[in-house]
């Protein structure tokens, strides 16, 4: 029938004319392919395509992927999605000549013959043979329809898809069978419909609706004559005929389609000579997917929603289903991402961290009592670019964030207290604290092996005047070191009660390992993600009640039904004394303490810094009874940036600290979250004094509790120091251990609050 290729053998297109041409010269009854339900099939002759009876006539058309809508809490755009960017409509909405021509250059015998065009085979046969190779094919609309339906089956999965478009006489076969089932079942409208919708047309737009919009940006029921001719044309190769690309060999294209509408007599003559005459005319809309495309800087968000998606089992048992079914689009995802609150958040990051500084900052806010995680955002913008990044530094590693989080420094104390508390310890509890001091050993942990400190490591505070005994109040506000790594190795507590409390409150390191039991934690040595520690904190505000954090509020799949969203789970996992006591003690750190400068002056609220070790992190980590966020500022990078002698925001800081940066980063951001909404306040309780004067003694409270203490020397954790220009506050780092602090002369005024932070670890 055709000539053989060197070196090979007949092509498929030219084995299926061969396997026709035979069947025709058999007597096959080709009349019940052309004409379905005409007779029995006998489609194949003996020994060619054995089998064919056993072919299933059940082709599964799977749901054809969609674009996904993700909006925020008031019903915002936040982002489209989607594997295949297709929206599908009825034939309806499709313009009348959109319709002619596709059926017009693909399949002019459309309405006249069954499934399988006999006449339009027997053509491409004669002429095959004449040619010597497959110069014509004469697959139907409805056989092409069956072959997109299975290159969309194989979805993403190269292989399949390589399968389902290779021209082998097995597949022409498969495809002729379901064919005649399509023909049967659905009818030509319905096949006209559906071919239109699944087939490709070039510019990532997949269906007549999504083609429409690219190239024209209006709907398929408004396309005209010469520009439902031109995307006609490009089905049969959309990259040969690309207008964009190429606009003269699309115009060729065109012409042909419009002549062959006329020939058709869907079209006078004089039409298609007047379309013929129109130039290539685009308004393209460039394609749009992902959640680089995100608004309001939510990209970050957008992509935690979709990782969401692909990690909870609620979705599917695997994470292959739960791909499947989020590549399948047509959702339409409603979040908590509230507006108000992450406009507030992208401005204060603006404000304070430029795009190409050398460190970044990110800030996430959750709500209390829900778990609902309300804003998401970071100095290093969503994307491929310079001085952007795919990294949501916000979240854990298996949800796309960094390999192993960041340290937290003393925004970790809280959690040594709240275990404490929980054991009975009192919040008058006073230990000597040491400006330096040796980590005591052995420390009891959760198993029979105690934690011994066999190299003899070492501890400090960050200022020289910081040498104790002290109150847990006052250990707290100035965030002395020595006091939480002496608690967490008291006998009274240990390792155990601490690594449990961090379970249940979700402290989880960002790279899903297991907190070490090690003393040092409580210095903040773990990576961990700001979400984890909004999140934590966000427990004390809700009282002892622990609530896992949710993104997603609603989801309906392309049909408008509802599907399962992940409800957050609350449980209590501390009393609620424990969580008032907590609360006190942090209300004292704004107050009075390393974070005045992260004080709001419409509302209380509570909260904690950490530097880490070099100024490679600075954190604050703060809430209100209603809302609760984390700041983090650090090297995004691999390569660690220590922040001294730096310029930030277009201000120059001779060292950072999480009072002095992170904190007012953090105060404007939930400022403007929480401006004109309600200002509930603490259950507070009273701390016990402990007794203990001048150096562990309590200061009095500052009259002033967001006015910044008088700048100074260089101090630990910001109190509120690493201002911009170099002025910081109190304290020193380094020198001597040991020394007193002499009694304070005048008990009735308030005095500088001494500072905490310093080397966050041994």
Known sequence: M??????????????????????????????????????????????????????????????????????????????????RDRQVVPLTAISPYMQKAIVAIEDSRF????????????RAVNRNAQEGGAAQGASTLTQQYVKNVFVEEAGDDETKVREAQEKSLGRKIR??????????????????????????FGQQAYGIESAAQRYFSKPAKDLTLDESALLAGVVQSPSRFDPVNDAQEAMKRRNVVLQRMADMKDISQAEADEAKKKPVTLKVTRPKNGCITAVKGAGFFCDYVRNTFLTDPVFGKTREERAKLWNQGGLTVRTTLDPQSQESVNESIKDHVNQDDKVATAVTLVQPGTGRVLAMG????????KNETQINFSVDKRMGGSNFGFPTGSTFKPFVAAAALERGVSAGKTYPSPHDMEYPSPVQTCGDKPWVNTSHDRVENESESEVGPYGMRDAMAKSVNTYFVEMISDNALGLCPVTEMTTKLGVIPADGTKLPEVPAIALGTEGMSPLTMANAYATFANRGVYCTPVALESITDAHGKALAVPKSQCDRVMAEKTADTVNTLLLGVIDSGTGTAAGLTDRQNAGKTGTTDSRYNAWFVGYTPNMAGATWVGSGGSKQVSMENITIGGQYYDKVYGGGLPGPIWKQAVSGALEGREAPNFITVTIPESGIPAGGGRPTPNPYPNKPGKPGKPGGDGKPGGRPGGQTTAGATGGATGGTTPTNPFPDISLEPGFIGGPEGP
């Open 2 to 83: 055709g000539k053989k290729r060197s070196g090979a053998g007949l092509t498929g297109p030219q084995q299926a004319a061969k396997f026709l041409g035979v069947s025709v010269l058999s007597g096959v009854v080709l009349a019940g392919i052309a004409i379905p339900g005409a007779g029995a099939l006998g489609l194949a002759a003996k020994g060619t395509v054995e089998g064919f009876d056993e072919i299933p006539a059940n082709l599964k058309t799977p749901p054809l992927s969609q674009r996904t809508t993700i909006l925020d809490a008031e019903g915002g755009l936040i982002a489209t999605v989607y594997s």
């Open 111 to 122: 309405y006249e013959h069954g499934a399988i065009d006999l006449k339009g085979i027997l």
């Open 175 to 200: 495809e002729l069978k379901y064919s005649i089932q399509v023909e049967e079942e659905l009818g030509k409208k319905k096949i006209l419909e559906n071919y239109l919708n699944i087939t490709y």
């Open 378 to 385: 970071q100095s290093k913008p969503y994307g491929f670019g």
